[in-house]
């Protein structure tokens, strides 16, 4: 099994949760490690470990990024890292598996489901390089991680925030030396 490890440069976790009830806010983690076992022949013996620091949280807002790593939300001085790693894979069809894995937000581990893509190997441009990608996506909710922070909509009901987080993941690997 080929282990690959995590191009920080060429990786993102994206974000997606409801603002308000009525449109989407959009975030990213920049600063992403880990490792992958891969072989496209046999991706059900696939394997990951990945971490995110939480204090590369980007929204394009100061004010909000500095409050989602405040106590209200990611408490980025208790809590610095998410974190996951996976327990099995299955479900292959063509480029396309299921990776399941604890992932750790908040202090907190629950089981998710990455709904993951695979693309390439291919060749680099440099000379001998080969990268591999993978796309994942997977839905949370943020209460069930300890992060209940909100505000209620009296006039109109509802919250600020929403519950169900859309996570989504970018990422470039590389061969292991």
Same mark, same amino acid.
């Given at each position: 099994m080929a282990k690959w490890i995590?191009?920080?440069?060429?990786?993102?976790?994206t974000f997606t949760v409801r603002h308000m009830m009525v449109t989407d806010v959009h975030g990213?983690?920049? @600063? +992403?490690?880990? #490792?992958?076992?891969?072989?496209?022949?046999?991706?059900v013996h696939s394997s990951a470990e990945a971490e995110i620091d939480v204090s590369g949280i980007w929204t394009g807002i100061s004010k909000r990024d500095e409050h989602l790593?405040?106590?209200?939300?990611?408490?980025?001085?208790?809590?610095? @890292? +998410?974190?996951? #790693?996976s327990t099995r894979a299955e479900g292959i069809e063509g480029r396309h598996f299921k990776l399941f894995g604890d992932l750790m937000i908040h202090g907190v581990t629950r089981q998710v489901v990455l709904h993951m893509e695979y693309a390439g190997p291919v060749k680099g441009t440099e000379?001998?390089?080969?990268? +591999?990608?993978? #796309?994942a996506a997977v839905g949370i909710n943020r209460e069930d991680y300890g992060m209940t922070w909100n505000v209620a909509l009296v006039e109109k009901g509802g919250v600020v925030v929403g519950r169900e987080v859309r996570i989504a993941l970018d990422i470039e690997a590389d061969p292991a030396e």
């Open positions: 995590i191009d920080p440069d060429h990786s993102v976790a990213q983690f920049n @600063k +992403i490690s880990g #490792t992958i076992s891969f072989d496209p022949a046999d991706p790593r405040s106590p209200d939300f990611f408490d980025v001085g208790k809590y610095p @890292k +998410i974190t996951f #790693t000379e001998g390089e080969i990268i +591999i990608g993978f #796309t």
